[in-house]
């Protein structure tokens, strides 16, 4: 469609149209910044997930938990660590490999902390329904940390960020 005077009111030819061609990529400055804000907020939620499982209120206040709690903590603690540390990293040097690396250690020291849950199991929920569907979760957590590394190990070799 053209005006009278000849100029076309549509969008050029050979340029997007719609919802696509309004959503400007982002400069990657401005990408690398919501990446270091989010490892930040996670470093942040990790700490406090440190600090309400091991000091206040703890750990003995959940009423599903049996005594055997403590002989997964250790494992439990180091996988909330290995993500701060690799969250840590993240924030000075917010590399495509590095950020893969990290996860491939941190979901590798997650996957042991499940390895233990499952040998310990210390919930107070044997013999009922809710010990299968604890089971089940703990599964479905043993099978995304391998979808997870697995995924991991394509993004350090091909040196590209996660598709968001």
């Given at each position: 469609m053209?005006?009278?005077?000849?100029?076309?009111?549509?969008?050029p030819?050979?340029?997007?149209?719609?919802p696509a061609?309004?959503?400007?990529?982002?400069?990657?400055?401005?990408?690398?910044?919501?990446?270091?804000?989010?490892?930040?907020?996670?470093i942040v939620?990790n700490?406090?997930?440190l600090?309400?499982?091991?000091?206040?209120?703890?750990?003995q206040?959940?009423?599903?938990?049996?005594?055997g709690?403590?002989?997964?903590?250790?494992?439990?603690?180091?996988s909330i660590?290995?993500?701060i540390?690799?969250?840590?990293v993240?924030?000075?040097l917010?590399l495509?490999?590095?950020?893969?690396?990290?996860?491939?250690?941190?979901?590798?020291?997650?996957?042991?902390?499940l390895?233990?849950?499952?040998?310990?199991?210390?919930?107070?929920?044997?013999g009922?329904?809710?010990?299968v569907?604890a089971?089940?979760?703990?599964?479905?957590g043993?099978?995304?940390s391998g979808?997870?590394?697995l995924?991991?190990l394509?993004?350090?070799?091909?040196?590209?960020?996660?598709?968001?």
């Amino acid at each position: 469609m053209t005006t009278p005077t000849g100029h076309s009111t549509g969008p050029p030819t050979g340029f997007p149209t719609g919802p696509a061609a309004s959503a400007q990529p982002q400069p990657p400055r401005a990408r690398s910044r919501g990446r270091r804000a989010g490892y930040v907020g996670s470093i942040v939620v990790n700490l406090v997930l440190l600090w309400l499982i091991n000091v206040w209120p703890g750990w003995q206040v959940v009423p599903f938990l049996t005594a055997g709690t403590v002989l997964v903590l250790g494992a439990v603690n180091a996988s909330i660590i290995a993500r701060i540390v690799a969250d840590a990293v993240n924030v000075v040097l917010d590399l495509p490999r590095v950020r893969a690396l990290g996860d491939i250690v941190s979901i590798g020291f997650g996957l042991v902390a499940l390895v233990r849950i499952w040998q310990v199991f210390p919930l107070d929920v044997v013999g009922t329904g809710w010990e299968v569907v604890a089971r089940v979760v703990l599964v479905l957590g043993f099978v995304g940390s391998g979808i997870g590394i697995l995924e991991a190990l394509s993004r350090f070799a091909r040196g590209r960020f996660p598709r968001m």
